[in-house]
T-cell receptor
């Protein structure tokens, strides 16, 4: 079983709508999360990272983290067709191993 | 933004043949990584390196070797390629510890 689980696998939202993506780690040693975005045929690019409880906002993107449940979520408001991409959640641990463990991703499609 | 390049971008190999994938970064990052990406599995770590001369096994190292001859270059070697190694391979680099990882454009490998 993957240590980082993402849901849903795919998501379709209308242009201007809100997209909500979820990610949970089953590894209790994890304490840092990243969200990467990967457009079709391109390489992943880091979108946001979070390690403190609470939320972090950058423009249309908001990330929440609940460290007790090891759950993070990414919310995209006013979604645009250019937001259509694979969104990958990654986590790393606090035990000295900084390697990222990636989830299998959420494929977001924003319909014009 | 950090610059990571990979070569070749596309490769067709025969079963049992040797394949070398190359990665170069010009940002003086200490850490470099090799991942493979398959549908439904996200990104999986094959090998990584903390600096010139060092290589470490990731989560799925079987069938792969790595070489880090310099700060800038990191290679992934498939001594005896198999069809199960058909995938998209990404190289990434990062400064230290929890620094953002920057990905190269990827190499599509097809093993016949």
């Amino acid at each position: 079983q993957q240590k980082v689980q993402q849901s849903p696998e795919s998501l379709i939202v209308p242009e201007g709508g809100m997209a909500s993506l979820n990610c949970t780690s089953s590894d209790r040693n994890v304490d840092y999360f990243w969200w990467y975005r990967q457009h079709s045929g391109k390489s992943p690019k880091m979108l946001m990272s979070i390690f403190s409880n609470g939320e972090k906002e950058e423009g249309r993107f908001t990330v929440h983290l609940n460290k007790a449940s090891l759950h993070t979520s990414l919310h995209i408001r006013d979604s645009q067709p250019s937001d259509s991409a694979l969104y990958l959640c990654a986590a790393s641990g606090s035990s000295g191993s900084w390697q990222l463990i990636f989830g299998s991703g959420t494929q977001l499609t924003v319909m014009p | 933004e950090a610059a990571v390049t990979q070569s070749p971008r596309n490769k067709v190999a025969v079963t049992g043949g040797k394949v070398t994938l190359s990665c170069n970064q010009t940002n003086n990052h200490n850490n470099m990584y090799w991942y493979r990406q398959d549908t439904g599995h996200g990104l999986r770590l094959i090998h990584y390196s903390y600096g010139a001369g060092s290589t470490e096994k990731g989560d799925i190292p079987d069938g792969y070797k790595a070489s880090r001859p310099s700060q800038e270059n990191f290679s992934l070697i498939l001594e005896l390629a198999t069809p199960s190694q058909t995938s998209v391979y990404f190289c990434a680099s990062g400064g230290r510890d929890r620094d953002t990882q920057y990905f190269g454009p990827g190499t599509r490998l097809l093993v016949l």
